[in-house]
């Protein structure tokens, strides 16, 4: 029997574990050999690098120490605070913002776009995908400005867009998204590496798949905005009206040429995440399931799902784990994020049930517009914080879970972690 003194600190372990294999240093050195082989074969003559995403400046380093002296040039684009301290060599490093994309974006954007122009069939392009590139490659579409990006961006993930509804909508306003980056690298030849934040791992929603043919269309943009009702910039709102009616070209399709010379891996994953997880909690002495890899849906129903499955088991020491990405519709004006909503809804559901603790994080180390991973809760949280004249369903109903546990406690801080493989949540049952 395992006895348990710090449930925190042992999810905190679990979690840990999970971060570590999803390092995408780690993954990218894996993929060194292939990316040498690939060079050597094909009578390359360069290797141009570029990359955008959370994971993009671990992805980078990797890349740089395995074949750097190949590298003649290289541009890549993370969010802001996650470069942290780390220098490269050849490989020009950018910050931006994210989720809503901004001026450094754009110009990061557009030196990749110019980096490309340069280069031909003798040219071996590696291309670094991680989660958040959505927004940290950013190059609208003629007649769209970033203002109006913002607009719809902003407008989209507050009415409670999903990942796959939220890039159909992206992608058909960027000349880089949808795999128009590949258009761009052509006749190039195109390797790239995919640290993915998407349920599935399908190639065409991570990162609104760049390099990846694109399975959406422009109806199903125009259905995402009449679903959601968006305050919506007449030149967004035009240029779908535009494509739908075959007045613009939509993303490359399967099939296309420009996709014969591009080769996409994925080469981490929320799945790697959640096994590692399971063998730490395995090798700590805990009975352990997964109960998904796809947790999805409004953060606070994930956390009512996720309760109740604590009461279908009576086995003890036991770990549940799960991944996925979930949304939260704001309709309050308080501050947080998905895992920190989460969180909260869970420590409601779990009231009174001492033996229950959950880690709610993302992986990435940040939640929404907080400096916090997430939180994590137990089946006294929601009634010591009364006590203390805290209302915790009062803070749910204003969005407002961050505020919560900064007064109440149970903020989970990481800082940037250098990877991005979605979310974990981790319960204990003890």
């Known amino acids: 029997m395992t006895t348990i003194k710090n449930p925190r600190e042992t999810a905190e372990r679990i979690f840990k574990a999970a971060l570590e294999a999803a390092d995408p240093y780690r993954a990218v050195t894996g993929q060194s050999e292939r990316v040498l082989t690939a060079y050597r074969e094909g009578g390359f003559k360069r290797i141009i690098a570029i990359g955008f995403g959370k994971a993009s400046p671990l992805m980078a380093s990797a890349l740089e120490d395995t074949v750097g002296e190949l590298i003649e040039a290289g541009i890549t684009i993370t969010k802001y605070g996650h470069l942290g301290e780390r220098r490269l060599k050849k490989i020009q490093a950018f910050e931006a913002a994210h989720p809503v994309p901004d001026e450094n974006g754009f110009t990061a954007t557009s030196e990749i776009l110019q980096l490309l122009k340069t280069t031909d069939e003798d040219t071996l392009v590696v291309c670094l995908i991680s989660g958040g590139g959505s927004a940290l490659l950013a190059a609208p579409l003629e007649g769209i400005t970033l203002a109006n990006v913002q607009e719809v961006t902003s407008s989209l993930l507050n009415a409670g867009a999903d990942i796959n509804e939220l890039n159909a909508v992206r992608k058909h306003i960027s000349s880089v998204k949808g795999g128009r980056l590949a258009q761009a690298a052509y006749p190039a030849r195109t390797i790239s590496l995919i640290v993915s934040d998407v349920i599935g791992d399908p190639l065409d929603v991570i990162a609104s ?134 969180a909260l809804a869970f420590a409601l559901e779990a009231e009174g049930d001492p033996g229950v603790t959950l880690l709610a994080a993302g992986t990435d180390g940040t939640d929404g517009p907080t400096d916090a991973a997430g939180a994590v809760v137990d089946g006294t949280t929601a009634r010591r914080a009364k006590e203390a004249g805290i209302e915790p369903s009062e803070y749910l109903d204003n969005n407002d879970s961050y505020t919560f546990f900064e007064r109440a406690g149970g903020l989970l801080k990481t800082g940037p972690t250098g990877t991005n493989v979605m979310d974990i949540d981790i319960i204990l049952l003890t």
């Open 209 to 342: 798949g760049p390099t990846a043919p694109d399975a959406s269309t422009w109806h199903d943009a125009m259905d995402v905005m009449e679903k959601y009702s968006v305050t919506s910039p007449d030149a967004v709102v035009e240029a779908i009206k535009d494509g739908v009616a075959g007045k613009l070209p939509g993303c490359p399709k399967p099939g296309d040429a420009v996709f014969e010379k591009v080769e996409n891996l994925i080469v981490g994953s929320n799945r790697l995440a959640l096994d590692a997880a399971k063998a730490e909690a395995e090798a700590m002495g805990f009975s352990t399931e997964i109960l998904t890899a796809s947790l999805s849906g409004e953060a606070r129903e994930a956390a009512r799902w996720l309760a109740s499955e604590c009461l279908k088991r009576e086995e003890r020491p036991l770990c549940l784990i799960a991944g996925g990405e979930t949304t939260v519709t704001v309709r309050g004006t308080g501050k947080g994020g998905r895992n920190t909503e989460l």
